[in-house]
């Protein structure tokens, strides 16, 4: 399966500025994603970051405060922006299986977000 | 609405004692897969399960998916300290992977 590497693996940053968190990959994936988890709690997908077009976006989330880049297939950012408490959690990117997506996806060890 | 529904959501236990995980839905799901995830790490597969019935073993664990595709159950058998983690169930919605709420389950010695 995939190895995922993701940065940065913790910050504290101030409200009101941005962070953009790093995925990279060790080989061509299809798919990539971007999911966010509270602590001790399960994970909800952000977007699906898409090579040579835009994010796909899921309810509740949006491109001005979630932009995402995917330039090619073993890369992609995601940026929080305009930082408030409220988005202090752990942001994971994940891949699929470039077969058979019946296997189990891959996820990076996760960005915890601390806002103040 | 979630579209997955996973109990219990905490379980502590005693070490050799048995549980199980349950993980519901009114949607049908080509496969669904059961996660555990550890602090500081993001979640790490432990099986997919894709034909209606299906059982799969991996030493301890015994993964069910109902016959319908709706539903699972992950049960441990005489559970260890090193079990304790956070287990998450996930179905696969197109080419999305949508979670339960998990479980965390804490197992003492």
């Known amino acids: 399966s995939a190895v995922i590497s993701q940065k940065p693996s913790r910050d504290i940053c101030q409200r009101g500025t941005s962070l953009t968190i790093q995925c990279q990959v060790d080989?061509?994936?299809?798919?990539m994603f971007w999911y966010r988890q509270q602590p001790g709690q399960s994970l909800t997908l952000i977007a699906t970051?898409?090579?040579?077009?835009?994010?796909?976006?899921e309810s509740g989330f949006v491109i001005d405060k979630f932009p995402i880049s995917r330039p090619n297939l073993t890369f992609s950012t995601l940026t929080v922006s305009n930082m408030s408490p409220e988005d202090s959690s752990i942001y994971l990117c994940?891949?699929?299986?470039?077969?058979?997506?019946?296997?189990?996806?891959?996820f990076g060890s996760g960005t915890r977000l601390t806002v103040v | 609405t979630q579209l997955l529904e996973q109990s219990p959501q905490f379980l502590s236990i005693q070490e050799g004692e048995n549980l199980t995980v349950y993980c519901n839905s009114s949607?049908?799901?080509?496969?669904l897969q059961w996660y555990r995830q550890e602090p500081g790490e993001g979640p790490v597969l432990l099986v997919t399960?894709?034909?209606?019935?299906e059982v799969k073993k991996l030493k301890r664990l015994t993964f069910q998916f109902g016959d319908a595709r709706k539903d699972s159950s992950l049960h441990i058998t005489a559970a260890q300290t090193g079990d304790t983690g956070l287990y998450l169930c996930?179905?696969?919605?197109?080419?999305?992977?949508?979670f339960g709420a998990g479980t965390i389950l804490r197992v003492k010695s």
């Open positions: 949607s049908v799901f080509s496969s």
């Open positions: 994940s891949v699929s299986p470039l077969s058979d997506t019946a296997y189990g996806y891959t």
């Open positions: 080989s061509q994936v299809t798919m």
């Open positions: 996930a179905g696969l919605y197109g080419n999305k992977l949508v």
């Open positions: 399960v894709v034909t209606g019935g």
């Open positions: 970051a898409n090579q040579g077009s835009e994010a796909t976006y």
